[in-house]
């Protein structure tokens, strides 16, 4: 599971390059905003077409993709696109600037992912799928057993978490209220990005897997 964290090694190598040469393509007024968008692609992993804040940004990379995917790649970061949810996501080549995840949120994610597919599947919805808390709270006793049930605080820390960095989003733009089985959120089409799964079948496969024992998810933990 990836997502990518701020770096500053980006604006240092373009420093060293023809800036001129690099952003020919971009109308010179708007070069000065090259800089912030390429920090802000790296800082929050996912910009989305449809979120008021990101809009103008994503169009923005949309313009001038080729540019961004040049530069970028210069560092070793991957410049990847979401035709269908129209979602920029920028992923590294190497562990140092990949996020690692606790147990119980790479299985959220993975609850997640499930919710996603399983909606998809069944209500063969165009945008993206709604689910309740008691929802996700049901799918996460299913996969993990009951033995690993999550407190109330605990949830509303990893669903907090997880809507920080963008796979959920509440109805409304209201606050988390995991005391609330009837509570909505929205799961964004990043839930598919961030989880390199690539079907239904292989994620049952992995939870069969887990389920006997034979996944080591501790190993993406987070390190002191």
Aim: no cysteine; hydrophobic share 35%.
């Amino acid at each position: 599971m990836q997502h990518v964290s701020s770096i500053n090694i980006i604006l240092e190598t373009t420093m060293t390059l023809p800036q001129d040469n690099l952003l020919q393509d971009i109308p010179e007024k708007s070069r000065r905003d090259f800089p912030r968008i390429v920090n802000r692609l790296l800082g929050q992993s996912f910009l989305y077409q449809d979120v008021n804040d990101d809009k103008d940004d994503y169009y923005f990379v949309h313009r001038h993709r080729a540019v961004f995917e040049s530069v970028l790649a210069l560092t070793g970061f991957n410049l990847l696109h979401d035709d269908y949810h129209r979602i920029f996501q920028v992923v590294s080549d190497y562990s140092y600037s990949r996020a690692r995840y606790k147990l119980d949120e790479s299985l959220m994610i993975v609850v997640l992912r499930k919710l996603y597919e399983d909606k998809i599947e069944h209500l063969s919805l165009a945008s993206d799928p709604v689910v309740t808390i008691g929802e996700v709270r049901e799918e996460y006793r299913t996969i993990t057993g009951k033995e690993r049930d999550l407190g109330m605080g605990q949830y509303e820390t990893l669903l907090r978490r997880l809507r920080s960095i963008g796979l959920i989003d509440t109805i409304d733009g209201r606050n988390i209220d995991v005391r609330d089985a009837e509570a909505r959120l929205r799961l964004r089409g990043s839930v598919r990005l961030i989880l390199p799964i690539q079907s239904a079948t292989e994620l049952e496969a992995w939870l069969r897997k887990y389920r006997a024992g034979d996944v080591e998810v501790e190993s993406d933990d987070e390190q002191p």
